[in-house]
T-cell receptor, first 116, second 115 residues
């Protein structure tokens, strides 16, 4: 029973390029969350998605960032025209129905984005 | 609340001692809390959770205490082992009018276990 799978583990992009981060949730989980973590800091919420729906994107920067969770395939976090300040670890988590009594997330191992 | 550019506080304990990690959460309406452990280079790992209608919950070697009066959460680790060395985050669920349920993470505490 594979956990949350994120790829790539490490991604290096030059300023101005695009970064695509992928996340496949755990089997049976239909809710996906993306978080960003800077070194020595906590996790900051970015976006919460269900299949084909964005439920809450209140943590997403207004420009250059987008996320999707299509009917088929992984969830994608896309960062266009990356800048050095985008360098961070991006974690994906999934859960069962969060309206249920307990819905602790399962996290992936993260993608470490470095912008050079 | 969210950490903004601060270095993580560190708790250093001797192997075999008990550890207590504290967390002040942000919202009195929060109804569900989780402790996560994050080892270097890895994603956060679920440790234990507690609902707001409880004040204590025990797991294997870990206990979570919830004090809603002062909005305080603590994680107690018994007989701390070197493998417990990690960063520990508390997370709270703040109910939203929109129905969104997504966890808000605290700033984290680094636990260092001395052999």
């Amino acid at each position: 029973n594979a956990g949350v799978m994120q790829n790539p583990r490490h991604l290096v992009r030059r300023r101005g390029q695009e970064a695509r981060l992928r996340c496949s949730p755990m089997k049976g989980h239909s809710h996906v969350y993306w978080y960003r973590q800077l070194p020595e800091e906590g996790l900051k919420f970015m976006v919460y998605l269900q299949k084909e729906n964005i439920i809450d994107e209140s943590g997403m920067p207004k420009e250059r960032f987008s996320a999707e969770f299509p009917k088929e395939g992984p969830s994608i976090l896309r960062i266009q025209q990356v800048v050095r300040g985008d360098s961070a670890a991006y974690f994906c988590a999934s859960s069962r129905d969060p309206q249920g009594p307990n819905y602790g997330y399962t996290f992936g191992s993260g993608t470490r984005l470095t912008v050079v | 609340g969210e950490n903004v550019g601060l270095h993580l506080p560190t708790l250093s304990v001797q192997e075999g001692d008990n550890s207590i990690i504290n967390c002040a959460y942000s919202n009195s309406a929060s109804d569900y809390f989780i402790w996560y452990k994050q080892e270097s280079g890895k994603g956060p790992q679920f440790i234990i959770d507690i609902r707001s209608n409880m004040d204590k919950r025990q797991g294997q070697r870990v206990t979570v205490l919830l004090n809603k009066t002062v909005k305080h959460l603590s994680l107690q680790i018994a007989a701390t082992q070197p493998g417990d060395s990690a960063v520990y985050f508390c997370a709270e669920n703040i109910p939203r009018d929109t129905g969104r349920r997504a966890l808000t993470f605290g700033s984290g505490t680094r636990l260092q276990v001395q052999p």
